[in-house]
Each structure stands twice: as structure tokens, then as C-alpha cells.
């Protein structure tokens, strides 16, 4: 009888060798190449155990990592891979990639505002950094991430109609906003209507 997929992968994503990333990640690749589709419990594992936290020894293993993840991000686009990919992407891609983590986040965080918390941090400045276009596209995940809060009960109605009447403030006029705040709102089980 085979393993479970999460516990397979555990095993793996446990046998990391710092010596030798490059190796580890095709190993744990070959394993993912035959699973047609992830479990959630592999993808948690993956998002928390298969990236490096603060950078690499050298610049072969950020490439391994940049390469690996890229790979997986395409063959398993959910929002949790993609938000794990944009990480690796900002911290492994430099300057010359942080537009494209950016793009990569915002497409996570789009599918799961949830993906937003977890990274929000990492790349409000570099939204800024890109312009208003992209600073906006930052802000509107901000205000879904919000509706999601609010129609778990974690957050007051009154606090994202607050964050709401600021962005209209900011753009006054712009009907872009206003319909991206109108889907929103139909999206959310709380604010319909």
C-alpha cells in the first residue's frame, strides 16, 4: 500500500539536505510530477517547508528554488502555490522580478484573500514602487480581503466601509473603482444588496 500524498511529501520536504538544495528540490519534484492533482495538507506542507525563509547559502540553490517553484505554480495554480511562488519570486527573483512576485500575489490573493494576509506585508511597498496602477490593484485586494473578514465575522462592517470611503476619496470620479468595489460587494455574502 502506498503512502499518503501529504505524508510522501512530508518525508521529503523533512529530508532536505542544505548541501545539496538543488538535488533535494528535483527529488521532491519528480514526486510532485506524478501527482495529478495536490491535497491541502501538501500544499501547506509545501507553502511552509519547501521555501527558504530568509534567502539561500548560494546563488545556484535561489536559482533551484525560483525554478522549482515556477514549475509547481504552473502545474498546481491554487491560490496558496501562487502566494508561496510569489514569496519565493520576491525574495529569491531581485529587483528585476519583483513586478512580476507582484502580479503572481495579486492572482493568489484574488482566489484567496487569505493568501493576502499572509503576504501583504512583503509587498505593499513594492506596489507603491510600481505605480498607481499597481498600488490601486494592491489597495482593491485590500478592500476584498476585508469583505472576506467581514463575512466571517472578523472584522466590523463599518471598519472596511471606512477603508471604502477612503479609496473613494483617494480616486474620486474613477469608475474603475467603483466597479471593482461593486463586485466585491456582490461577491461577499454580507454586503449584497
Known sequence: MTAPQSDRVA?????????????????LGAVLDAEPTLDPATIDDLVDRGRPRWGT?????????????TELARRHPTSKILGGYADVLLLLGGRQREREA????????????DVFRTYA????????????????AFELATIRFYARLVDRDDMEADEL?????????????????????????????????
Open 102 to 113: 507582484l502580479d503572481v500575489y495579486l492572482k493568489a490573493a484574488s482566489g484567496d484573500p
Open 57 to 69: 547559502r548560494t546563488p545556484e540553490d535561489a536559482t533551484s528554488y525560483v525554478a522549482f517553484w
Open 121 to 136: 506585508g512583503d509587498f505593499s511597498d513594492v506596489a507603491k514602487r510600481h505605480g498607481s496602477v499597481t498600488e490601486l
Open 161 to 193: 466601509q471606512q477603508a471604502v470611503r477612503e479609496l473613494l476619496a483617494k480616486y474620486p470620479g474613477n469608475q474603475h473603482v467603483r466597479q471593482q468595489l461593486d463586485d466585491i460587494a456582490r461577491t461577499s455574502s454580507r454586503l449584497k444588496g
Open 11 to 27: 518525508a521529503l520536504l523533512k529530508a532536505k539536505d542544505p548541501a545539496d538544495i538543488r538535488g533535494w528540490l528535483a527529488r
